[in-house]
């Protein structure tokens, strides 16, 4: 009761001794005559559960799937646990109410759920400096992430370049396919006959070229 008379005693500050206001504060009096009830839960004893169980608050979603029992295409029965004395309870209600109920906690528009504060701040004035000084850092690990045998290593804790029997670094010599047989001589014959179309095309430019310097060929014009 005192948390209740606190509260609609800030509230009717603010907002003025109005007549809506009046009509309110008198109405919750009513229809809340054991007070406000207030959960403070025992097990946060420090800032870092504190931070924690906020985090979770704000990801979550308001009910969890999973205490949703059953849905007959108008009412929905789910399951909640009760502070008070810890008890499951099993309620039902129709569609729209329990719409009504989940939806309260839909934050309003541009509501900042979650705020960044020291570097992860939009006007952090070091955090410039700070970037600056790392990216030499990020872009040499980034480059090393780049490669197919770091990736492995991270993805499965297994290094694809060591031996399993000796335990020295292999080499990459060649992958085989069974269809299409040795990648290594199908890239070798691939890179030989393009460079081969490559040093004709070449050629004959040249030779229309030095025909051209030395009077060979006579350009014709339309």
């Avoid at 009761?1 to 509230?11: E, P």
């Avoid at 705020?115 to 990020?138: E, P, Q, T, V, W």
């Avoid at 040499?140 to 031996?163: D, H, M, Q, T, V």
Wanted: proline letters at 2%; a positive charge.
């Amino acid at each position: 009761k005192r948390w209740q008379k606190l509260l609609l005693d800030h509230l009717e500050e603010l907002v003025g001794k109005k007549s809506e206001a009046k009509k309110l504060k008198n109405k919750l009096y009513r229809d809340k005559d054991k007070g406000f009830y207030v959960h403070a839960k025992t097990q946060i004893k420090s800032a870092k559960i504190a931070a924690k169980y906020i985090g979770r608050y704000v990801g979550r979603p308001a009910i969890a799937e999973s205490r949703i029992i059953k849905y007959d295409g108008r009412n929905i029965t789910f399951k909640y646990t009760r502070h008070e004395d810890n008890k499951t309870i099993i309620e039902t209600l129709n569609a729209h109410e329990f719409i009504k109920k989940v939806i309260i906690h839909i934050p309003e528009k541009h509501f900042k759920m979650i705020r960044y504060f020291g570097i992860y701040s939009r006007r952090s004035k070091k955090k410039d400096n700070f970037i600056k000084m790392l990216d030499d850092k990020m872009i040499k690990l980034r480059k090393a992430i780049s490669k197919w045998e770091y990736r492995i290593l991270a993805s499965f804790g297994i290094n694809p370049c060591k031996c399993p029997r000796c335990g020295e670094l292999m080499k990459f010599n060649d992958i085989v396919y069974g269809d299409n047989g040795s990648m290594r001589e199908y890239f070798k014959k691939k890179i030989i006959s393009e460079g081969k179309e490559n040093l004709e095309k070449t050629i004959e430019l040249y030779a229309i070229t030095k025909g051209l310097i030395y009077g060979r060929i006579n350009p014709t014009t339309t």
